[in-house]
């Protein structure tokens, strides 16, 4: 009934930028936060940021300063800029809802919990 899907991502020179989007699809009433997670080889899930329905934000200690995220709740989309890349950077990129409430094709609303998209990879390159 609901989909996240990342765009945006794709190959850096350490030191270069990259903006990463995530729109929801499906019949949207509202989004709790939503937040970037990545996933470098060998390496567990983290979270890179993470942003509050009202717009407040926070950060992993290693992309501070260097990223921002953003969020668009007329479009149902969320952003990440990321500036000064490193090679440490690079993995795959997840978008994360911790809630949507959509409507049901049969007309009532309804709820997905810790909604995930497909992932986007960013390359950085030393």
């Known amino acids: 009934q609901v989909q996240l899907v990342e765009s945006g991502g794709g190959l850096v020179q350490a030191g270069g930028s990259l903006r990463l989007s995530c729109a929801a699809s499906?019949?949207?009433?509202?989004?709790?936060?939503m937040g970037w997670y990545r996933q470098a080889p060998g390496k567990q899930r983290e979270l890179v940021a993470r942003?509050?329905?009202?717009?407040?934000?926070n950060y992993a200690d290693s992309v501070k300063g260097r990223f921002t995220i953003s969020r668009d709740n007329a479009k149902n989309s969320v952003y990440l800029q990321m500036n000064s890349l490193k090679p440490e950077d690079t993995g795959v990129y997840y978008c994360?809802?911790?809630?949507?409430?959509?409507?049901?094709?049969?007309?009532?609303?309804?709820?997905?919990?810790?909604?995930w998209g497909q992932g986007t990879l960013v390359t950085v390159s030393s």
């Open positions: 942003i509050t329905r009202g717009g407040s934000t």
């Open positions: 499906g019949s949207i009433f509202s989004i709790n936060a």
């Open positions: 994360n809802a911790d809630r949507i409430m959509y409507l049901h094709s049969g007309g009532s609303l309804a709820s997905a919990l810790d909604a």
